[in-house]
């Protein structure tokens, strides 16, 4: 895969696994709680890797809004990405991000500065949980 990229197969798909990310998945907060991620490591999948998804509530804001906040947190993903690579993975873990405290009405105007520490952040934060493990 490339460094930098962000292709299909790293990309949540499939419905089982949205719905076990979901169910089963631990969620973790940025330090303002602006962003949260929810993590799952899929122990008895044939694939290994890191798969993603970003999801942005629908009252959050118009879709104009809402696709711009998911682009923004894609690039910020995909340009950070290495550091969740740091650490082998037998497993497939599944991840997805989304805003937790911010929305149209209080965040007008976002740019990629305004979500890559927190992104960052969230990364630290599940490269340590692996580590744990």
């Known amino acids: 895969m490339k460094e930098f990229g962000l292709s299909?197969?790293?990309?949540?798909?499939?419905?089982?696994?949205?719905?076990?990310?979901?169910?089963?998945?631990?969620?973790?907060?940025?330090?303002k709680?602006?962003?949260?991620?929810?993590?799952?490591?899929?122990?008895d999948s044939d694939e290994t890797g890191v798969k993603v998804v970003f999801a942005v509530y629908?009252?959050?804001?118009?879709?104009?809004?809402?696709?711009?906040v998911k682009r923004l947190m894609r690039e910020a993903y995909r340009l950070n990405k290495s550091i969740l690579y740091e650490v082998p993975v037998e497993n497939l873990l599944l991840l997805s991000f989304s805003p937790s405290r911010i929305n149209q009405r209080n965040s007008?105007?976002?740019t990629l500065h305004d979500v890559v520490p927190d992104i960052v952040e969230l990364l630290e934060q599940i490269r340590t949980k692996l580590t744990e493990k």
Do not use: H
């Not at 089963?24 to 907060?29: A, I, P, R």
């Not at 959050?60 to 809402?66: D, E, L, M, T």
């Open 108 to 110: 007008r105007k976002i």
């Open 8 to 31: 299909k197969r790293e990309r949540i798909k499939s419905r089982k696994q949205l719905e076990k990310l979901f169910s089963y998945g631990k969620t973790l907060y940025s330090k």
């Open 58 to 68: 629908k009252k959050a804001g118009n879709a104009v809004w809402r696709n711009r």
């Open 33 to 43: 709680s602006r962003f949260k991620a929810v993590l799952y490591l899929l122990k």
